[in-house]
Protein backbone atom coordinates (compact mmCIF):
# COMPACT_ATOMS: atom_id res chain seq x y z
CA UNK A 1 0.00 0.00 0.00
CA UNK A 2 1.11 3.24 -1.09
CA UNK A 3 -0.09 7.13 0.69
CA UNK A 4 0.68 10.23 -0.35
CA UNK A 5 -1.77 11.50 3.10
CA UNK A 6 -0.70 9.60 5.66
CA UNK A 7 3.24 9.25 7.44
CA UNK A 8 5.23 6.08 6.84
CA UNK A 9 6.74 5.42 9.94
CA UNK A 10 10.32 5.12 10.22
CA UNK A 11 12.29 2.53 12.92
CA UNK A 12 12.70 5.12 15.41
CA UNK A 13 9.26 5.68 15.74
CA UNK A 14 8.49 1.93 17.07
CA UNK A 15 8.98 2.60 20.46
CA UNK A 16 6.42 4.77 20.81
CA UNK A 17 4.14 2.87 18.86
CA UNK A 18 5.13 0.15 20.94
CA UNK A 19 3.26 2.46 23.51
CA UNK A 20 0.30 3.45 21.20
CA UNK A 21 -0.65 -0.09 21.08
CA UNK A 22 -0.36 -1.01 24.76
CA UNK A 23 -2.82 1.38 26.06
CA UNK A 24 -4.98 0.41 22.91
CA UNK A 25 -5.51 -2.96 23.80
CA UNK A 26 -5.12 -2.83 27.24
CA UNK A 27 -8.11 -3.70 28.34
CA UNK A 28 -9.11 -5.86 24.34
CA UNK A 29 -11.21 -9.03 24.93
CA UNK A 30 -8.25 -11.14 23.32
CA UNK A 31 -5.58 -10.27 25.36
CA UNK A 32 -7.82 -10.07 28.80
CA UNK A 33 -8.75 -13.90 27.11
CA UNK A 34 -5.54 -14.93 26.19
CA UNK A 35 -3.43 -13.52 29.75
CA UNK A 36 -6.13 -13.17 32.38
CA UNK A 37 -3.59 -12.32 34.65
CA UNK A 38 -3.68 -8.65 35.20
CA UNK A 39 0.20 -8.34 36.24
CA UNK A 40 1.56 -10.57 33.79
CA UNK A 41 -0.40 -8.92 31.34
CA UNK A 42 1.16 -5.69 32.17
CA UNK A 43 4.58 -7.01 31.56
CA UNK A 44 4.03 -8.81 28.09
CA UNK A 45 2.12 -6.39 26.40
CA UNK A 46 4.50 -4.21 25.48
CA UNK A 47 7.23 -6.98 24.87
CA UNK A 48 4.57 -8.54 22.64
CA UNK A 49 3.84 -5.46 20.78
CA UNK A 50 7.67 -4.60 20.61
CA UNK A 51 7.92 -8.14 18.81
CA UNK A 52 5.10 -7.50 16.39
CA UNK A 53 5.93 -4.19 14.85
CA UNK A 54 9.46 -5.08 14.56
CA UNK A 55 8.33 -7.74 12.22
CA UNK A 56 5.53 -5.35 10.76
CA UNK A 57 8.40 -3.19 9.97
CA UNK A 58 9.93 -5.60 7.94
CA UNK A 59 7.48 -7.34 6.24
CA UNK A 60 4.23 -4.88 6.02
CA UNK A 61 3.45 -1.09 5.69
CA UNK A 62 3.06 0.53 9.19
CA UNK A 63 1.48 4.25 8.44
CA UNK A 64 0.42 6.72 11.61
CA UNK A 65 -2.20 9.52 11.16
CA UNK A 66 1.10 12.28 11.08
CA UNK A 67 4.36 12.21 13.21
CA UNK A 68 2.48 12.67 16.45
CA UNK A 69 1.53 9.18 16.19
CA UNK A 70 -1.78 9.45 17.54
CA UNK A 71 -3.79 6.63 15.28
CA UNK A 72 -1.47 3.47 13.90
CA UNK A 73 -2.43 1.72 10.89
CA UNK A 74 -0.60 -1.61 10.20
CA UNK A 75 -1.41 -3.45 6.50
CA UNK A 76 -0.36 -6.54 4.17
CA UNK A 77 -0.87 -6.10 0.82
CA UNK A 78 -1.12 -9.21 -1.10
CA UNK A 79 -0.43 -7.05 -4.55
CA UNK A 80 3.13 -6.22 -3.91
CA UNK A 81 6.19 -8.32 -4.24
CA UNK A 82 7.60 -10.05 -1.50
CA UNK A 83 10.62 -12.08 -0.88
CA UNK A 84 9.54 -15.11 0.23
CA UNK A 85 12.63 -16.46 2.36
CA UNK A 86 12.91 -13.32 3.81
CA UNK A 87 8.83 -13.17 4.97
CA UNK A 88 9.68 -16.99 6.72
CA UNK A 89 12.69 -15.98 8.46
CA UNK A 90 11.17 -12.79 10.06
CA UNK A 91 7.98 -14.68 10.54
CA UNK A 92 10.30 -17.22 12.23
CA UNK A 93 11.82 -14.75 14.52
CA UNK A 94 9.27 -13.32 15.93
CA UNK A 95 7.55 -16.66 16.84
CA UNK A 96 10.52 -17.40 19.21
CA UNK A 97 10.86 -14.47 20.61
CA UNK A 98 7.27 -14.34 21.29
CA UNK A 99 7.67 -17.71 22.55
CA UNK A 100 10.72 -16.38 25.02
CA UNK A 101 8.68 -13.83 26.46
CA UNK A 102 5.47 -15.47 26.96
CA UNK A 103 7.89 -18.37 28.65
CA UNK A 104 10.01 -15.42 31.00
CA UNK A 105 7.30 -13.36 31.85
CA UNK A 106 4.69 -16.98 33.23
CA UNK A 107 6.90 -19.87 34.24
CA UNK A 108 3.87 -21.80 34.87
CA UNK A 109 3.29 -21.95 31.24
CA UNK A 110 -0.14 -21.36 31.26
CA UNK A 111 0.06 -18.56 28.69
CA UNK A 112 1.97 -19.91 26.62
CA UNK A 113 0.02 -22.91 26.62
CA UNK A 114 -3.25 -20.00 25.63
CA UNK A 115 -1.27 -18.43 22.85
CA UNK A 116 -0.86 -22.23 21.62
CA UNK A 117 -4.28 -23.56 21.63
CA UNK A 118 -5.68 -19.82 20.89
CA UNK A 119 -3.64 -19.73 17.41
CA UNK A 120 -6.57 -19.07 15.37
CA UNK A 121 -7.35 -15.98 16.89
CA UNK A 122 -3.97 -14.78 16.38
CA UNK A 123 -2.66 -16.32 12.69
CA UNK A 124 -5.39 -14.78 10.47
CA UNK A 125 -5.51 -18.28 9.46
CA UNK A 126 -9.38 -17.66 8.31
CA UNK A 127 -8.31 -15.27 5.14
CA UNK A 128 -7.33 -18.75 2.90
CA UNK A 129 -11.20 -19.03 2.73
CA UNK A 130 -11.08 -16.11 0.70
CA UNK A 131 -9.30 -17.16 -2.29
CA UNK A 132 -8.19 -13.90 -3.03
CA UNK A 133 -4.37 -13.39 -2.93
CA UNK A 134 -4.39 -9.80 -4.59
CA UNK A 135 -6.17 -8.49 -1.08
CA UNK A 136 -5.07 -5.67 1.46
CA UNK A 137 -5.74 -6.82 4.95
CA UNK A 138 -5.93 -4.67 8.08
CA UNK A 139 -3.68 -6.19 10.72
CA UNK A 140 -4.05 -3.20 13.26
CA UNK A 141 -6.07 0.06 13.65
CA UNK A 142 -5.77 1.97 16.42
CA UNK A 143 -5.67 5.55 18.17
CA UNK A 144 -4.32 6.52 21.15
CA UNK A 145 -7.41 6.48 23.97
CA UNK A 146 -6.82 10.02 24.56
CA UNK A 147 -7.39 11.23 20.54
CA UNK A 148 -10.26 9.13 20.12
CA UNK A 149 -13.16 10.28 18.81
CA UNK A 150 -10.97 13.08 16.82
CA UNK A 151 -11.67 11.48 13.35
CA UNK A 152 -8.54 9.48 13.20
CA UNK A 153 -9.42 6.16 12.94
CA UNK A 154 -11.25 7.59 9.44
CA UNK A 155 -8.72 9.03 8.49
CA UNK A 156 -6.48 6.35 8.38
CA UNK A 157 -9.61 3.97 7.11
CA UNK A 158 -10.19 5.82 4.33
CA UNK A 159 -7.10 6.09 2.98
CA UNK A 160 -6.50 2.41 3.09
CA UNK A 161 -10.15 2.12 1.46
CA UNK A 162 -8.85 4.25 -1.64
CA UNK A 163 -5.50 2.65 -2.12
CA UNK A 164 -7.75 -0.83 -2.18
CA UNK A 165 -10.84 0.44 -4.14
CA UNK A 166 -7.40 1.97 -6.67
CA UNK A 167 -6.50 -1.31 -7.09
CA UNK A 168 -10.01 -2.85 -7.65
CA UNK A 169 -8.69 -5.11 -3.76
CA UNK A 170 -10.93 -6.57 -1.40
CA UNK A 171 -9.97 -5.61 2.32
CA UNK A 172 -10.07 -7.84 5.40
CA UNK A 173 -9.83 -7.61 8.90
CA UNK A 174 -10.57 -9.27 12.45
CA UNK A 175 -11.68 -7.87 15.43
CA UNK A 176 -11.98 -9.26 18.72
CA UNK A 177 -14.09 -6.20 20.48
CA UNK A 178 -18.09 -6.18 19.48
CA UNK A 179 -18.14 -2.83 19.67
CA UNK A 180 -15.64 -2.50 16.83
CA UNK A 181 -17.90 -4.19 14.53
CA UNK A 182 -20.42 -1.40 13.84
CA UNK A 183 -17.24 0.72 13.30
CA UNK A 184 -16.31 -1.40 10.63
CA UNK A 185 -19.78 -1.92 9.60
CA UNK A 186 -20.03 1.95 9.01
CA UNK A 187 -17.40 1.73 6.50
CA UNK A 188 -18.97 -0.76 4.10
CA UNK A 189 -17.37 -4.32 5.88
CA UNK A 190 -19.27 -7.45 6.41
CA UNK A 191 -18.91 -10.07 8.63
CA UNK A 192 -17.94 -12.98 6.60
CA UNK A 193 -17.74 -15.47 9.63
CA UNK A 194 -17.04 -15.46 13.71
CA UNK A 195 -14.45 -17.52 15.09
CA UNK A 196 -14.82 -19.25 18.43
CA UNK A 197 -12.76 -21.46 20.09
CA UNK A 198 -11.30 -22.80 23.37
CA UNK A 199 -12.06 -19.52 24.68
CA UNK A 200 -15.65 -17.70 25.46
CA UNK A 201 -13.75 -15.43 22.88
CA UNK A 202 -15.14 -13.99 19.12
CA UNK A 203 -13.31 -13.44 16.58
CA UNK A 204 -15.31 -11.40 13.79
CA UNK A 205 -13.80 -11.86 10.35
CA UNK A 206 -15.04 -8.80 8.32
CA UNK A 207 -14.49 -8.21 4.51
CA UNK A 208 -14.85 -5.06 2.23
CA UNK A 209 -16.06 -6.45 -1.03
CA UNK A 210 -15.44 -4.15 -4.29
Known sequence: MESQKLYRVQKEDLPKLR???????????????????????????????????????????????????????????????????????????????????LIKEDRSFKTFWNFVIGRDYLNSSWTDQLHREERLHIIYLAVRPSMQHHGISAYLMNEAIAYAENKKMMISLETHNEKNVTLYQHFGFKIFGIVEKHFRLKQYCMVREL
Open 19 to 101: ELLTQCFAEDPLYLSLIPDEETRKRLLPELFECDLTEFFEICKIYADSPKLNGILVVSDGSEEYNPVQYFLTEAKASLKTDEY
